[in-house]
Every structure is written in C-alpha cells, then in structure tokens.
C-alpha cells in the first residue's frame, strides 16, 4: 500500500470493528479497516440480531421501567460476581445510548421484537426486524462517505510495535502504520487448536462439537497480541448450545415436554429453563451429559415448532437410523444408555403421576409441558452442550477498551473489543444479545478513544 498512513487501524469488520470504525470517523480519524472474509459483517450479521439493553426507548413505549442499575445488579448476581464488573457497569450504562444510536443508524427494532432474552423478568432483548443483517448493514452503512478504507480478504499477519507502543499491522509483507490499533477480529471458534488451550469445555465433546458462527474467527488477533505481551481474560468462558446430535442443524432450544435425567435416572432441573442456564446446569451432571426421556405417546404427537429435529416423522427416522436410542422398557432403556435402571423407572413413575395431575412437584415446570412417561417403547438422546455459539475467553481490557500487558498495565495504542476480549463474559449467558451488545458498545468506545489518541 503506497499511503500506509493512518489515525486508527481496526483489525476485524464485525459488529466490534465496524462500530469502532464507525466511532472514530465521526471523530475525524482516517481510518482502514481491515476484514478477512469477503465482506463485513462478521459474526454479528449472523447471529438473531438482538441487543440487550435497559432504559431504551422500546421499553418505555412499552410501558416498561427499566434502568442501568437494576440490569448491573441482575448481571453480576447470575453470574456470581465471576466477571470484570468495570467493564458490565460500562456495558449497562452505555446500552440504552447505543441501542438508539443503532436505531437512528436504521438497525429497525419493532415494539413487537422487545422479549425477556435473559432469566430475569424484564424484556431486555431487542430484537432488528432482519437480525443480524439490519444491525451489521446500519453500521456498514454509516461509514459512508466517510474517510475510511475496507479492504476484504486480508488477513492481518501481526502487530507492529515502536517504542513500546503499538504502531501498526503487518499485512501482505508490508506494515502499515497508524496512531492507534483496534483488534476486533472476533473470537476462536473456528480454532480447535485453541479450544484445547482456552476453551476446554468446549475441547472435550471431540467430534461432536462444532462451530456456527463466522469462519473467519480463529483467535488470530488474539495470537497476535499475545505475541506482544497482552493478557488473556476469562477462561473457559463462551456459550455452549445443548446438542442430541441427531444433525449439524442449529437448533438453540430442546423441546420443554422432554424429561431429562442424568446418569443417576434423577430430573435434575426444569426442562424448559432457559437455554443459557441449562447448559451451565447441565455441566455439573456426571459426565456433563443428560439424557432425553420420553415415551411413544409422546413423539407421535410431537410438532416441529420449536425445534424441527424434534417432531414426530424425523424422531421416527432418528430412531430408525439409531441416532435416537429406543427400547421396549425404561430398564431396557436405561441399560443402554448407561443410566440406573431403577431410578429412572421410580423417575419416570412420579413424572407420569404429576402429568397427569398437571402439576410438577418436583420442579415447577408448566403444566402445559408435561408428558407422561409410560407407553412403550421409550426413547432416549444424549444430550451434550457441543455446539460452540461463541468464544468469551479474549484479551484483558478495562473499561476504555485498552488491551492490558501482563503487568496488568495498557499496552500504549493498543485497543479491543468483541468476542475477541474476555472478563464481560460470565458462567451464564445472562442476556440473549449480550454478545452483540458487547461487541457494538466496547467497539464504539474503543474506536472513539483511539480516534482521540491518535489525533491528539
């Protein structure tokens, strides 16, 4: 590149990158931003596309009180205090302000797409009328006209230092130089090398683990500031969806009529509990598994809504290709599937008995979903959290966004935002669009901080 002079280079056109992009122009910085796929978007154009924020415009239509306070205090609870609770507050303050920035950008978010996304009972999921597609295009679509160069199906090689600060990339051989860099190149999903190191829960479903969301996110940024010194935050942290493995389909919610027991034949939660917890949940069990038990009566009446995998024709087909293991008897059941025969017998029996009285005296799940357990033959899946949705182990940050060094000080020049950075990310996905938020928030801080720093 003949002009290899900019205020700020941002490393990764996700949601993160193109907000900080989007951030440090309107400041006035000249900007290259810098994408290794084919086009900007990242994971964020294919994720729901929702935003989970408080004190927004939406919710007071709605007539829903709601305030930066109460969503900090929510998150730090759900996650027991096992985050950065700097960058949550930062994240909770700045939600509302971003979400209207998003929305006066054109990210569309109809008061019919306002939803409790988390565990808690306020609707805090905002949700774009095209997901991901409306946020990652109202963000693209703010760069333009503006002084920023995109460049796609580059992949930057490393970092370049001066003087103990960051001063640039190394991309095709060359460097390129800028006063300040933003690393937004998404997370390391599609890096089993590094689940091994970084994300072990993840590591140790073997084949059966895969990744759905960008295949450009393969921990490069986080390699490469590593190289340099920086602080990881976090491990073993992300979202691990709850898979039969009857299909590599993404299908984020199991259906709510299951019963589901470990390897003790016991009920160990509500089956329609939120996805987010129920896969932290289900961690704990014997071998991080459980299993779905249900009876014929059951799958002949089964519907594809929520879960297409899971209605009658196809858990037939699985059944017949034995994907989905079925036998005459609950012991017969339980013997292949390595489960207590006897409890789960003495499990199935109370269930059937508070279907039929419409009450789960056990768990308090809904009446609505339950099914008796007790018509031959039985079916059983393996149920194991397989499906990386995204990674939450990254670089240390505070809550500027400034990467820090292992000396626990700012790496000078050197920015972060997104999946790429760790320490937001709890044990509990506490807010389905939580993600996102993160990303277009601390993108937005880090892109206006380096736009300040550089043209200082």
Same mark, same amino acid.
């Given at each position: 590149?003949?002009?290899?002079?900019?205020?700020?280079?941002?490393?990764?056109?996700?949601?993160?990158?193109?907000?900080?992009?989007?951030?440090?122009?309107?400041?006035?910085?000249?900007?290259?931003?810098?994408?290794?796929?084919?086009?900007?978007?990242?994971?964020?154009?294919?994720?729901?596309?929702?935003?989970?924020?408080?004190?927004?415009?939406?919710?007071?239509?709605?007539?829903?009180?709601?305030?930066?306070?109460?969503?900090?205090?929510?998150?730090?609870?759900?996650?027991?205090?096992?985050?950065?609770?700097?960058?949550?507050?930062?994240?909770?303050?700045?939600?509302?302000?971003?979400?209207?920035?998003?929305?006066?950008?054109?990210?569309?978010?109809?008061?019919?797409?306002?939803?409790?996304?988390?565990?808690?009972?306020?609707?805090?999921?905002?949700? *774009?009328?095209?997901?991901?597609?409306?946020?990652?295009?109202?963000?693209?679509?703010?760069?333009?006209?503006?002084?920023?160069?995109?460049?796609?199906?580059?992949?930057?090689?490393?970092?370049?230092?001066?003087?103990?600060?960051?001063?640039?990339?190394?991309?095709?051989?060359?460097?390129?130089?800028?006063?300040?860099?933003?690393?937004?190149?998404?997370?390391?999903?599609?890096?089993?090398?590094?689940?091994?190191?970084?994300?072990?829960?993840?590591?140790?479903?073997?084949?059966?683990?895969?990744?759905?969301?960008?295949?450009?996110?393969?921990? =490069?940024?986080?390699?490469?500031?590593?190289?340099?010194?920086?602080?990881?935050?976090?491990?073993?942290?992300?979202?691990?969806?709850?898979?039969?493995?009857?299909?590599?389909?993404?299908?984020?919610?199991?259906?709510?009529?299951?019963?589901?027991?470990?390897?003790?034949?016991?009920?160990?939660? =509500?089956?329609?509990?939120?996805?987010?917890?129920?896969?932290?949940?289900?961690?704990?069990?014997?071998?991080?598994?459980?299993?779905?038990?249900?009876?014929?009566?059951?799958?002949?009446?089964?519907?594809?809504?929520?879960?297409?995998?899971?209605?009658? =024709?196809?858990?037939?087909?699985? *059944?017949?290709?034995?994907?989905?293991?079925?036998?005459?008897?609950?012991?017969?059941?339980?013997?292949?599937?390595?489960?207590?025969?006897?409890?789960?017998?003495?499990?199935?029996?109370?269930?059937?008995?508070?279907?039929?009285?419409?009450?789960?005296?056990?768990?308090?799940?809904?009446?609505?979903?339950?099914?008796?357990?007790?018509?031959?033959?039985?079916?059983?899946?393996?149920?194991?959290?397989?499906?990386?949705?995204?990674?939450?182990?990254?670089?240390?940050?505070?809550?500027?966004?400034?990467?820090?060094?292992?000396?626990?000080?700012?790496?000078?020049?050197?920015?972060?935002?997104?999946?790429?950075?760790?320490?937001?990310?709890?044990?509990?996905?506490?807010?389905?669009?939580?993600?996102?938020?993160?990303?277009?928030?601390?993108?937005?801080?880090?892109?206006?901080?380096?736009?300040?720093?550089?043209?200082?």
């Amino acid at each position: 590149m003949a002009d290899n002079d900019f205020d700020v280079i941002v490393v990764g056109a996700g949601g993160a990158g193109l907000a900080a992009a989007s951030e440090a122009t309107a400041q006035g910085a000249r900007v290259l931003l810098l994408e290794a796929g084919a086009r900007a978007g990242g994971s964020t154009r294919l994720s729901g596309g929702v935003f989970w924020a408080s004190n927004t415009s939406l919710q007071r239509r709605a007539g829903i009180e709601d305030n930066p306070d109460d969503q900090f205090h929510y998150y730090m609870t759900v996650n027991q205090y096992k985050v950065e609770p700097a960058l949550v507050r930062r994240y909770c303050d700045l939600s509302g302000p971003t979400f209207e920035w998003l929305v006066g950008m054109g990210a569309s978010s109809p008061l019919e797409n306002l939803y409790v996304s988390g565990v808690d009972k306020l609707p805090r999921g905002h949700r *774009a009328e095209r997901h991901g597609e409306d946020i990652a295009d109202a963000l693209e679509g703010s760069l333009s006209g503006r002084s920023v160069d995109l460049a796609t199906h580059t992949r930057v090689e490393g970092l370049v230092m001066r003087d103990g600060r960051c001063a640039g990339v190394r991309v095709g051989g060359e460097e390129v130089t800028a006063g300040a860099v933003i690393i937004a190149s998404g997370g390391f999903g599609n890096n089993r090398r590094l689940w091994a190191e970084l994300y072990p829960s993840a590591a140790k479903q073997g084949a059966l683990a895969w990744y759905i969301g960008a295949d450009e996110c393969r921990g =490069d940024g986080i390699e490469m500031a590593r190289g340099i010194g920086a602080d990881i935050a976090g491990l073993n942290r992300g979202l691990l969806l709850m898979t039969p493995g009857f299909a590599e389909d993404l299908e984020p919610y199991l259906p709510p009529w299951l019963m589901h027991v470990n390897h003790e034949g016991r009920r160990f939660i =509500d089956e329609a509990t939120e996805y987010s917890v129920l896969s932290e949940v289900l961690g704990e069990q014997t071998a991080g598994e459980c299993f779905a038990i249900f009876d014929e009566a059951a799958r002949a009446e089964a519907k594809a809504h929520p879960a297409p995998n899971w209605a009658a =024709d196809r858990l037939a087909g699985f *059944a017949a290709n034995g994907k989905l293991k079925s036998a005459a008897t609950l012991a017969e059941l339980a013997e292949e599937l390595g489960i207590r025969a006897g409890a789960l017998e003495a499990t199935a029996e109370h269930y059937s008995e508070d279907a039929r009285a419409g009450v789960d005296s056990q768990y308090f799940k809904a009446a609505t979903h339950l099914r008796p357990v007790e018509t031959g033959p039985f079916y059983g899946a393996r149920i194991r959290p397989a499906v990386v949705c995204w990674t939450g182990t990254g670089l240390r940050i505070d809550a500027e966004a400034r990467v820090l060094g292992l000396d626990n000080r700012p790496i000078p020049a050197l920015f972060a935002a997104g999946e790429t950075t760790g320490g937001f990310a709890g044990p509990c996905y506490a807010g389905g669009g939580a993600s996102v938020g993160s990303a277009v928030i601390f993108g937005r801080v880090a892109g206006g901080n380096a736009a300040r720093l550089s043209m200082h």
